[in-house]
């Protein structure tokens, strides 16, 4: 009878409490902490109020809701999914859309290096994809309602601040999953590990093939057309990040670059045609992907880089169409596939 009262106490708490918002949306007075993306994501997507919504990969993950609201008036939400395939992100903005059918625009990255994937893929890197969590089964939910980390990382931490005075409230959008230390970027984070052999002319060059574009093209049409044509009244905005060129010179050593230029040309073309779908391309900015102060790493830029890119993608620059499609990624082909990329370690 202990142990039966404990347990019914212990998943109560969980339940009433609800730190990953898998059945309500927070409670007033107590402070929940946004720290988990896989976790927490699905609930904000399901039990949030919002209009717009800013999502994707860890690229995504330095954007402002507030930036996104001051340029289009909108209530919006962030929910980044570090290196999630583009089944996982198109299954959270189904669930968005289920729930809040009045969706009226979706910021959402297209990472050129997950695009010639499986449309059905799931990415198990960051560990075991929380399935109980998203899904509508009620009978696996046991699983988070006797979560000894959630019970007292999350739980027991909420009473205790609670206890103590802390305000109640969530942590800003803004703030949620940001990575604001300006110690953190630079030339040297950028270049961290490498050399100018991790960057040199490749052995061999690996083209695009026929079956890599046809799962290009299946990718992005079950992942992000098929979104789109079902709602009509959603405007849609998918921008490739602009990686540093640290990452395009490895691209160039591992003799891929022109596999992902192809790749992200096929996937761009077929995604033109949809009219509430916008696709912005911001490798045609060089000057941008050249400067190693926005970069953390080869791949993540800081805050004040994503809300230029927000605010070009607002003005319309770098969005790609079909008049120009051909001038865009001819000019990427002429540049990164010409750039002296050793001279980085000079």
Same mark, same amino acid.
């Given at each position: 009878?202990?142990?039966?009262a ?13 730190p +990953? ?5 927070? $409670?007033?007075? +107590? ?9 927490q994501?699905?609930?904000?997507t ?14 995504s993950?330095?954007f402002?809701? !507030?930036?996104?609201d001051?340029?289009?008036?909108t209530? !919006?939400?962030? /929910?980044p999914?570090?290196?999630a ?5 198109a ?7 289920r ?10 990255s ?7 994937e499986e449309?059905?893929?799931?990415h198990?890197?960051l ?8 899904d509508?089964?009620? +009978? ?7 979560n000894?980390d /959630? ?8 009473? /205790?601040q609670r %206890? ?6 969530v942590?800003?959008f803004?703030s949620? !999953?940001?990575? #604001? ?10 270049? +961290?590990?490498?050399s100018?052999e991790d960057? #040199?002319a ?10 890599e574009?046809e ?12 979104i789109?044509?079902a709602?009509?009244?959603t405007?849609?905005?998918y921008?490739?990040?602009?990686v !540093?060129i ?7 050593h591992?003799?891929?670059l022109? @596999?992902?230029?192809?790749a992200?040309?096929a996937a761009?073309r077929? %995604? $033109? ?5 916008r696709?912005?391309?911001f490798y045609?900015?060089?000057e941008?992907v050249?400067?190693l102060? @926005?970069?953390k790493?080869p ?7 994503a809300?230029? %890119? $927000?605010a070009?993608m607002?003005?319309g620059?770098? *969005? /790609?169409? *079909?008049?120009n499609v051909d001038e865009?990624f001819?000019?990427?082909r002429e540049f990164y ?5 050793t001279?980085l370690f000079?």
């Open positions: 009878m202990i142990v039966l404990f347990v019914v106490l212990a998943g109560g708490m969980v339940v009433i409490l609800d +990953f918002f898998h059945y309500h949306s927070p $409670l007033p007075g +107590f402070h929940y902490e946004l720290d988990s993306q896989r976790y994501n699905d609930g904000i399901r039990h949030f109020p919002y209009n717009a919504m800013i999502t994707g990969t860890s690229n993950e330095n402002h809701t !507030s930036g996104l001051a340029l289009y008036g209530q !919006s939400v962030k /929910v999914f570090p290196g395939s583009y089944h996982e992100v299954q959270n903005l189904r669930t968005a859309f729930t809040h059918p009045d969706l009226k625009l979706v910021v959402c297209m990472d050129d290096s997950y695009l010639i449309p059905d893929a799931m198990d890197e560990g075991e994809f929380p399935t109980y969590l998203t509508r089964n009620p +009978f696996n939910d046991i699983r988070y309602i006797l000894r /959630v019970l007292f990382n999350y739980c027991g931490v909420m009473l /205790v %206890l103590k005075g802390t305000p109640g409230g942590t800003d803004d949620y !999953s940001e990575d #604001s230390d300006p110690a953190q970027f630079g030339r040297d984070a950028a270049l +961290f590990g490498l100018a960057v #040199s490749p052995d061999e060059v690996q083209p695009l093939t026929d079956a574009r799962l290009v093209e299946k990718n992005v049409r079950r992942n992000i057309a098929d789109a044509k709602h009509p009244d405007e849609f905005c921008f490739i990040p602009p !540093s640290v990452r395009w010179g490895t691209n160039y591992a003799g891929i022109e @596999r992902q230029i192809d992200e040309e761009v077929e %995604l $033109l045609e949809l009219p509430n779908l696709i912005y391309n045609s900015n060089t941008l050249t400067d102060g @926005r970069y790493d791949v993540h830029y800081n805050a004040e880089t809300g230029q %890119l $927000l070009w607002k003005e620059e770098y *969005q /790609v169409t *079909q008049d865009v001819g000019l990427e596939n010409h750039y002296n990329y001279e000079e």
